[in-house]
T-cell receptor, first 113, second 113 residues
Framework: QKEVEQNSGPLSVPEGAIASLNCTYSDRGSQSFFWYRQYSGKSPELIMFIYSNGDKEDGRFTAQLNKASQYVSLLIRDSQPSDSATYLCAVNKGATGGFKTIFGAGTRLFVKA | DAEITQSPRHKITETGRQVTLACHQTWNHNNMFWYRQDLGHGLRLIHYSYGVQDTNKGEVSDGYSVSRSNTEDLPLTLESAASSQTSVYFC????????????FGPGTRLLVL
């Protein structure tokens, strides 16, 4: 079992729809959770981070964390073709894990115009 | 503006050769990381450093080494390149162990023939 699991996709949504990206993690001691976006041929860039259970909103993006279920998600509202990219879920393992960040394999998102 | 750079951006080498990939950051960050990215595996941690003279092995460290003689640089050396080390390599940095956001360099594409 991978430490951070994501559906590889591709996930295809029409322009203007909500894209929902999901991630599960195995280490209950994990403390910080991140979503990075990576365009083809480019390096990852941070979209959002979340530490506490619940929702965190930033513009069209909402991160959701449920530590009991070891589940983190990213919602993209009003999806745009420019949102087409691979989205990487990342988990920081905290002190017990040497503060290492583990990345999922990523979910490819296609937003159709 | 502060940044993180990698060189070379593209490299072709032969099996058995020693290769060094450079990473330089001007953020003055304590933490630096090396990842490799392969299809289906996402980003996998090779080595990381939390400060000068500090280096640690990641999940895929065999065949790689790093040294940290100053804050700005963390070169990655492939002691004897193997075809299995053909990959895209990303360097990243963050401000502190607990600080979550990692800033990535542009990547180095390495082909080992």
């Amino acid at each position: 079992q991978k430490e951070v699991e994501q559906n590889s996709g591709p996930l295809s949504v029409p322009e203007g729809a909500i894209a929902s990206l999901n991630c599960t993690y195995s280490d209950r001691g994990s403390q910080s959770f991140f979503w990075y976006r990576q365009y083809s041929g480019k390096s990852p860039e941070l979209i959002m981070f979340i530490y506490s259970n619940g929702d965190k909103e930033d513009g069209r993006f909402t991160a959701q964390l449920n530590k009991a279920s070891q589940y983190v998600s990213l919602l993209i509202r009003d999806s745009q073709p420019s949102d087409s990219a691979t989205y990487l879920c990342a988990v920081n393992k905290g002190a017990t894990g040497g503060f290492k960040t583990i990345f999922g394999a990523g979910t490819r998102l296609f937003v159709k115009a | 503006d502060a940044e993180i750079t990698q060189s070379p951006r593209h490299k072709i080498t032969e099996t058995g050769r020693q290769v060094t990939l450079a990473c330089h950051q001007t953020w003055n960050h304590n933490n630096m990381f090396w990842y490799r990215q392969d299809l289906g595996h996402g980003l996998r941690l090779i080595h990381y450093s939390y400060g000068v003279q500090d280096t640690n092995k990641g999940e895929v460290s065999d065949g790689y080494s790093v040294s940290r003689s100053n804050t700005e640089d963390l070169p990655l050396t492939l002691e004897s390149a193997a075809s299995s080390q053909t990959s895209v390599y990303f360097c990243a940095s963050s401000e502190s162990a607990r600080q979550e956001t990692q800033y990535f360099g542009p990547g180095t594409r390495l082909l080992v023939l």
